[in-house]
Nanobody
Framework: VQLVESGGGLVQAGGSLRLSCAFS????????IAWFRQAPGKEREGVSC????????TYSDSVKGRFTISTDNAKNTVYLQMNNLKPEDTAVYYC??????????????????WGQGTQVTVSS
């Protein structure tokens, strides 16, 4: 299993970014995939999760209504569209996966496989 994030960068507050998580070694329908983030000096927190078996999604309260998780099965990629970004969204964003296709979780221990992360910086 391999997860590779991309799409991070520097953006002004109010702007948008789309993160990509290219995965290999498994079929999306058999897994759950989530996005986490870790700001400097803070614990890693769950942002969004999508269930491979039924496509259900969940979001943290801090990003609900601004972020959207989606998948392109043909490209083996999960996206995180981030709109109306705020300085407090600044963090390293990680993609994570677990072979429980019905999983819908934002808890770190629930995910077995992790990517290396991509930096998102939102300036005020």
């Amino acid at each position: 299993v391999q997860l590779v994030e991309s799409g991070g960068g520097l953006v002004q507050a109010g702007g948008s970014l789309r993160l990509s998580c290219a995965f290999s070694g498994f079929t999306f329908a058999d897994y759950a995939i989530a996005w986490f983030r870790q700001a400097p000096g803070k614990e890693r927190e769950g942002v969004s999760c999508i269930s491979g078996s039924d496509g259900l999604t969940t979001y943290s309260d801090s990003v609900k209504g601004r972020f959207t998780i989606s998948t392109d099965n043909a490209k083996n990629t999960v996206y995180l569209q981030m709109n109306n970004l705020k300085p407090e969204d600044t963090a390293v964003y990680y993609c994570a996966a677990d072979p429980r296709s019905l999983l819908l979780s934002l808890k770190l221990p629930d995910f077995r496989f992790w990517g290396q992360g991509t930096q998102v910086t939102v300036s005020s």
